[in-house]
């Protein structure tokens, strides 16, 4: 839901942003306050991050929090859920809370986010050339729609079981949709 804020240059973003309490995504001059998330939500993108986090072990790369703040192009910033960057991470700026070149980005939905993460997120990631994988995770349901950067554009393919393995062939490792949602009931 946009805000009712005035139209922002990014400068007065990225300072409103700062010295907000909580994150704000900035598309085209408007402010998109987000919301906190639920308890399911949180847990989600808690297991995610300890499993990416496991799973790459020692290499070269760095799994980021739901505060890092994602530069798609010069007017657009986003805030993933979980971001991971293979390699040199390349920041905008020398404080180091936007990130230029992410590897994976991870979404988990929320009522508010579902049309977003499914229609312009993809083709915003799609956009950064760094992205080589786009995750979105389901609060409410076992599912996942993982893209995949191939040369012709994006691969989808979807995982609806717990028993369902998602490799994660960019970063070289998978993510079982049993770990993400271990001890998450759903409502039937």
């Known amino acids: ?46 297991f995610t991050t300890a499993e990416l986090v496991s799973s790459l072990g020692d290499r070269n790369c760095e799994v980021l929090g739901s505060q890092m703040r994602v530069r798609i192009d010069e007017t657009k910033y986003v805030y993933p859920d979980v971001s991971v960057v293979c390699g040199d991470a390349d920041f905008e700026g020398e404080n180091e809370v936007i990130l230029r070149n992410p590897t994976l980005v991870v979404e988990v939905t929320s009522p508010s986010s579902l049309v977003r993460d499914h229609a312009s997120k993809v083709e915003f990631y799609g956009a950064v050339p760094s992205i080589l994988c786009y995750l979105i995770l389901d609060q409410e349901r076992a599912f996942a729609e993982c893209y995949t950067r191939a040369e012709d554009g994006w691969r989808l393919r979807q995982y609806a079981s717990l028993d369902d393995v998602i490799p994660l062939e960019p970063l070289a490792c998978s993510l079982p949709l049993a770990q993400v949602y271990r001890g998450i009931v759903f409502d039937q």
């Open 1 to 46: 839901m946009v805000s009712n804020l005035r139209h922002m240059t990014v400068e007065e973003y990225l300072e409103f942003d700062d010295a907000s309490e909580s994150a704000n995504e900035y598309i085209d001059g408007e402010i998109i306050p987000m919301p906190g998330g639920t308890r399911k939500h949180n847990k989600i993108v808690a």
